[in-house]
């Protein structure tokens, strides 16, 4: 299939699947005439790669999760699993941080509306 289809099919930008494939996160078989020929499991790949990147994730674990799609052995789930347990740790510690800034405007703005005395 060819990209506009592609994007069609997988919810995902031709801009972005051209990302995709320059970073070998997805594949076409190039035609005689030069055009990208996509087939039909790009569509479900694409769009697991658009879920991971709205995800927050960079591309290297972006990539690296993608080796689990697929019938692949449990050992090759394992690096994925440790690299998806920091990126949850990092998140938590971000999270964190977030709600104590998040409770230090609401003190700000509790305190700035209330009554003068």
Same mark, same amino acid.
């Given at each position: #299939?060819?990209?506009?289809?592609?994007?069609?099919?997988?919810?995902?930008?031709?801009?972005?699947?051209? %990302? %995709?494939?320059?970073?070998? !996160?997805?594949? @076409?078989?190039?035609?005689?005439?030069? %055009?990208?020929? %996509?087939?039909?499991? $790009?569509?479900?790949? @694409?769009?697991?790669? &658009?879920?991971?990147?709205? #995800?927050?994730?960079?591309?290297?674990?972006?990539?690296? @999760? =993608? $080796?689990?799609?697929?019938?692949?052995?449990?050992?090759?789930?394992?690096?994925?699993?440790?690299?998806?347990? =920091?990126?949850?740790?990092?998140?938590?510690?971000?999270?964190?941080?977030?709600?104590? $800034?998040?409770? !230090?405007?609401?003190?700000?703005?509790?305190?700035?509306?209330?009554?003068? &005395?």
């Amino acid at each position: #299939m060819k990209i506009g289809e592609l994007s069609r099919r997988s919810g995902v930008s031709p801009r972005s699947l051209r %990302y %995709y494939e320059e970073h070998d !996160l997805i594949h @076409a078989e190039r035609l005689a005439n030069g %055009y990208r020929d %996509y087939d039909d499991s $790009t569509v479900e790949r @694409a769009s697991a790669i &658009r879920l991971l990147f709205e #995800m927050g994730f960079s591309r290297e674990v972006v990539a690296s @999760a =993608l $080796t689990c799609l697929g019938d692949v052995p449990d050992a090759v789930h394992e690096p994925v699993i440790d690299q998806l347990r =920091l990126v949850r740790d990092d998140l938590a510690v971000q999270m964190e941080k977030l709600a104590a $800034t998040h409770r !230090l405007v609401s003190d700000v703005i509790d305190g700035r509306s209330q009554p003068a &005395r």
